[in-house]
């Protein structure tokens, strides 16, 4: 075997990490707005034919999906009881 094809030692293997790597530090407006589409998304896929996808064509799933939509920003502006 020659050197560059055995394995490196666990020992003194260190992790290849490129020049550029910068750490992602999130805000808490970017967080905020992750967490709002987030919950979006779960409430949409309370919705059985959105999440798993029973429509044949992209056209009534889109369609679906503006349905949807509307359903829960109708509930959210409604006052409840």
Known sequence: ???????????????????????????????????????????????RGIAFRFDKTPASYEAGLYLCGAMLWLRSITPHS
């Open 1 to 47: 075997m020659t050197p560059s094809h055995r394995k490196p030692d666990r020992r003194s293997a260190r992790p290849s990490l490129c020049a550029t790597f910068q750490t992602w530090t999130p805000t808490s407006s970017l967080y905020a707005e992750r967490n709002t589409v987030e919950r979006c998304i779960n409430r949409l896929r309370n919705w």
